[in-house]
């Protein structure tokens, strides 16, 4: 990581002073540069490529445990908290179920009852018109 932040401001400042500050080795740095990508890297990479192809296919409604099992199916190799983490890094993320209510039935709305109060809410004694609101209750009728 600190090296990725050398490389990143090598134009902007003196490698050995961006080293300095960061407590690292200029030799450190240089010898990070010349290194191939290690086995864990290139794995990683495929993974997110295949994560990447994988999402797409799956219309972009999956999450990482759904994305986790359509890759072991097709040979990927990854475990549910690293294809979370690259989708998080690619920023991927599953299409949200949106709550479909029921249209409300003929015989739930011949059943309103009537409005009494006729939007009249004063009252001139104390306990003369009770009111309330229930529509944050879920019933099977909607």
């Known amino acids: 990581m600190k090296f990725a932040f050398v490389h990143d401001h090598r134009d902007t400042w003196p490698v050995a002073t961006v080293c300095r500050v960061l407590g690292v080795t200029p030799a450190g740095y240089y010898a990070h540069r010349k290194r191939p990508p290690s086995v864990r890297t290139k794995r990683r990479a ?56 029921p249209p409300q039935s003929q015989a739930v709305a011949a059943a309103d009852p009537p409005h009494v109060l006729n939007r009249e809410f004063t009252a001139t004694t104390p306990n003369a018109k009770w009111t309330s609101d229930i529509t944050y209750l879920w019933t099977a009728a909607g």
Do not use: Q
């Open 46 to 101: 495929e993974l997110a490529e295949a994560v990447r192809a994988t999402f797409a296919d799956c219309r972009r409604v999956y999450g990482s445990p759904r994305l986790t099992r359509a890759l072991h199916a097709r040979g990927a190799r990854g475990c549910e908290n690293a294809v979370a983490d690259l989708m998080r890094a690619e920023g991927l993320s599953a299409g949200r179920r949106r709550r479909v209510r």
